[in-house]
């Protein structure tokens, strides 16, 4: 089995696979004050949730966008596992050709993203990962990442509304009845989600101008079932994006096995 880990700023995403087929996904939180033992504790406990024993696991990859997580996960997967998981960063083959002006620089959980995209959808093509921050992926017709955006999440612009007014109500992130709110809570829900859409959708709108031709749009992350539904474009929604780019990123680095 081979374990794909994406460690986000709130969540951190498991999926195992069995012969590239994904037979479970799972979630924890990200917590920096937890140990690589409380972390082990909490793998091995999923691991038995979803009636998998840690000796099957011969493979794992892991992106991270918190440098302080990567480490203690590694350690936690060597504990249970045994085996050393394969980091997404400088030097790890991912068969994407960056053109940003660092390519050092760019996210391990874009590459991911970029690379399973360029892999399953027509191209050019752009992903909106939508988590707590929404990233902007654009990969043109020749399977060039060129770049992207990075605009506040959902949560952020809540927690923003919430904190700093005096009289706005925390609210759950649903789409209201009506556009036109009618009370403080479903005026801000009705911001947050079709504000939301209308912002994919002008990017989208100016990104095809740009490329001078329509590009598959792609939505992943954890808000992408709320938001893209909403939106007037219409959107691939592939909620494990990332962990199947990490499983396409590990089977390119993957050494080849010897012949007995």
Not at 114 to 132: E, I, K, M, R
Not at 179 to 191: A, F, Y
Not at 200 to 223: K, Y
Request: glycine content about 10%; charged content about 15%.
């Amino acid at each position: 089995m081979l374990l794909t880990v994406d460690i986000g700023n709130t969540h951190i995403s498991l999926g195992g696979y069995e012969e590239n087929r994904l037979v479970f996904v799972a979630q924890l939180l990200s917590h920096p004050m937890l140990t690589s033992d409380q972390y082990a504790v909490e793998l091995q406990q999923i691991m038995m949730l979803y009636h998998t024993e840690p000796a099957a696991v011969d493979g794992a990859i892991i992106s991270s966008v918190v440098p302080e997580l990567c480490a203690l996960f590694q350690r936690a997967l060597k504990k249970i596992t045994g085996v050393t998981p394969l980091l997404v960063g400088p030097g790890v083959k991912t068969g994407l050709n960056i053109l940003i002006d660092d390519p050092a620089q760019l996210g391990s959980d874009l590459v991911a993203g970029a690379v399973a995209a360029a892999a399953a959808y027509p191209l050019p093509c752009v992903v909106f990962d939508l988590g707590t921050a929404t990233s902007v992926s654009v990969i043109d017709k020749k399977g060039h990442f060129l770049g992207g955006m990075i605009c506040a999440g959902v949560g952020i612009m809540l927690e923003a509304l919430t904190t700093h007014t005096a009289l706005l109500p925390h609210v759950s992130l649903e789409a209201p009845k009506n556009l036109i709110g009618r009370n403080s809570g479903e005026c801000m829900q009705s911001g947050l989600i079709y504000g939301s859409a209308a912002m994919l959708d002008g990017i989208a709108e100016r990104l095809e101008r740009q490329l001078h031709e329509p590009p598959t749009l792609v939505a992943t992350g954890g808000l992408a079932n709320l938001i893209a539904p909403h939106c007037t474009h219409s959107f691939q929604i592939s909620e494990h994006l990332l962990l199947e780019g990490l499983r396409l990123i590990y089977e390119k680095n993957r050494k080849p096995q010897k012949s007995v």
